[in-house]
């Protein structure tokens, strides 16, 4: 069974910065699009970032400039290295893994940033 699981998440100041990790276990068949997804309270799921097996990266237009994503192929782990945070980031930022077709995700790790 496929498993993810997200670190990193914290309170933090505007202006500050996060690095959050996710690390994808249980499959040997390879990963393709990996990323990140984030909820605030009332809002729907947006997607933040997201990067192909060949490191081709796409982001939302709110955080391009201030968020890089990145991955490790040989530890099927990616990475979204938040600077520049703002309030208005404030969410649980899901990971995501697409794997044969099928995504996955993982639960959810709390982004609070205050001004």
């Known amino acids: 069974q496929v498993q993810l699981a997200e670190s990193g998440g914290d309170l933090v100041q505007a202006g500050g910065s996060l690095r959050l990790s996710c690390a994808v276990s249980g499959t040997t068949f390879t990963i393709n699009n990996m990323g990140w997804y984030r909820q605030a309270p009332g809002k729907q799921r947006e997607l933040v970032a997201l990067?192909?097996?060949?490191?081709?990266?796409n982001y939302a237009d709110s955080v391009k400039g201030r968020f890089t994503i990145s991955r490790d192929n040989a530890k099927n782990a990616v990475y979204l290295q938040m600077n520049s945070l703002k309030p208005e980031d404030t969410a649980v930022y899901y990971c995501?893994?697409?794997?044969?077709?099928?995504?996955?995700w993982g639960q959810g790790t709390q982004v609070t940033v205050s001004s």
């Open positions: 990067i192909s097996r060949g490191y081709s990266t």
């Open positions: 995501f893994a697409n794997i044969l077709g099928v995504t996955s």
